[in-house]
């Protein structure tokens, strides 16, 4: 770049490749030999020879970008951003070498947790059967009770008839 060069005018260069990604230059002053210049070592454009240029990938996103300088804006958030990333990754694996025995010890208690919850399942179901149980077999004696007083009621009067019996034999 020389003295007093404006780094609007390397944009405006730039912009000549908004509609075709190849130009050819007819007529070219001092200038456009300056921006192309400083685009070919940017790595934005190419020169093909005899004039002509070709916008590279990295020309491309510039030219999206809107101008030289907002992409290098964009492209130095994008490596703070993978910096930050790194650093992340970086941190998250040592702590997994420090606890690599975590993932396991985690398994094994949650292991132990669901032994113990089919075992307590396990109780509770034959509590609850034994509960169902119960009542059977209290219905049963009550059937049975039932019965007795019945047939303590029909041999009431045969107690009573033989009794009867007795009373008039004596």
């Given at each position: 770049m020389g003295i007093g060069f404006n780094e609007g005018y390397v944009n405006e260069f730039l912009q000549k490749f908004k509609d075709n990604d190849n130009i050819i230059l007819f007529k070219h002053n001092e200038n456009d030999r300056k921006a192309w210049d400083i685009l070919v070592k940017r790595g934005l454009i190419e020169y093909l020879g005899d004039d002509e240029f070709s916008l590279t990938l990295k020309g491309k996103q510039a030219l999206k970008a809107g101008s030289w300088d907002k992409y290098l804006t964009q492209e130095q958030l994008k490596e703070e951003k993978r910096e930050h990333k790194e650093n992340l990754d970086l941190l998250i694996s040592e702590f997994q070498v420090k606890s690599k025995f975590l993932p396991y010890i985690f398994s094994t208690i949650g292991l132990i947790i669901s032994i113990a919850s089919i075992i307590i399942s396990t109780k509770?179901?034959?509590?609850?059967?034994?509960?169902?149980?119960?009542?059977?077999?209290?219905?049963?004696?009550?059937?049975?009770?039932?019965?007795?007083?019945?047939?303590?009621?029909?041999?009431?009067?045969?107690?009573?008839?033989?009794?009867?019996?007795?009373?008039?034999?004596?």
């Open positions: 509770s179901c034959k509590e609850q059967q034994v509960h169902k149980q119960e009542p059977k077999s209290e219905l049963i004696k009550t059937k049975d009770s039932v019965l007795t007083s019945n047939q303590k009621m029909k041999m009431e009067p045969l107690d009573n008839l033989n009794n009867e019996e007795q009373l008039s034999k004596n």
